[in-house]
């Protein structure tokens, strides 16, 4: 099955630098990758995603970039605000084989600390 | 917030005891997926049904199983909890099966004693 590594675990900056998040996939299948924000006692929520069909989409200060190639996708915060501050998990999910199912493989978390 | 509502938020109970965690998708949705999140193993997917069908299935335990109602609301039942299966339980929905946008609920956070 699909195996999803995320890098790093954690990650401090300082308000204003900018922050990337690696994940790498197994499942050269996979066709769809999104990333979620989890706060303390919430959900994750998701903030934006990518097909295979694209390499790179942006909305406002967050981006996401893809390479089929080396199976490899990064999210990009730019002008990071306390509020930024958060877990950050990646995904990947397939639907090949025609079962048309979308379960999502985690990657395991990135925790991510704005300083002001 | 996501639309997807899951209820209850907090469930203490103790080992062997069967407990029930229901979900109501966004409207429209006819998907809904489970994820299980705890410390050691992270987001992992549960199961997900599709208009009333079960679609795919992840590592869920024998002693796990679940359901979707017509009404689309769908229920996941554990039993003989056992102190492993404290664990936050989230329910997702997305329009329909396949690779679509998930939204995830704010999830129950399960503790068994």
């Known amino acids: 099955g699909e195996n999803v590594e995320q890098h790093p675990s954690t990650l401090s900056v300082q308000e204003g630098d900018s922050a990337v998040i690696k994940c790498t996939y197994s499942?050269?299948?996979?066709?769809?990758f999104p990333w979620y924000k989890q706060e303390l006692g919430k959900g994750p929520q998701l903030i934006i995603d990518?097909?295979?069909?694209?390499g790179e989409k942006k909305d406002q200060r967050i981006a996401v970039t893809l390479n089929k190639t080396a199976k490899h996708f990064s999210l990009h915060i730019t002008e990071t605000q306390p509020e930024d501050s958060a877990v950050y998990f990646c995904?990947?999910?397939?639907?090949?084989?025609?079962?048309?199912?979308?379960?999502?493989?985690f990657g395991q978390g990135t925790i991510l600390t704005v300083h002001p | 917030d996501s639309g997807v509502t899951q209820t209850p938020k907090h469930l203490i109970t103790a080992t062997g005891q069967r407990v029930t965690l229901r979900c109501s998708p966004r409207?429209?949705?006819?998907?809904v997926y489970w994820y299980q999140q705890s410390l050691d193993q992270g987001l992992q997917f549960l199961i997900q049904?599709?208009?009333?069908?079960?679609?795919a299935k992840g590592n869920i335990l024998e002693r796990f199983s679940a359901q979707q109602f017509p009404d689309l609301h769908s229920e996941l039942n554990l039993s003989s909890l056992e102190l492993g299966d404290s664990a936050l339980y989230f329910c997702?929905?997305?329009?329909?099966?396949?690779?679509?946008?998930?939204?995830f609920g704010p999830g129950t956070r399960l503790t068994v004693l």
């Open positions: 997702a929905s997305s329009l329909n099966s396949g690779y679509n946008e998930q939204f």
């Open positions: 499942d050269s299948a996979s066709n769809y």
């Open positions: 990518i097909r295979s069909n694209v």
């Open positions: 995904a990947a999910s397939s639907n090949a084989g025609g079962t048309s199912y979308g379960k999502l493989t």
């Open positions: 409207s429209g949705d006819l998907s």
């Open positions: 049904y599709y208009n009333g069908e079960e679609r």
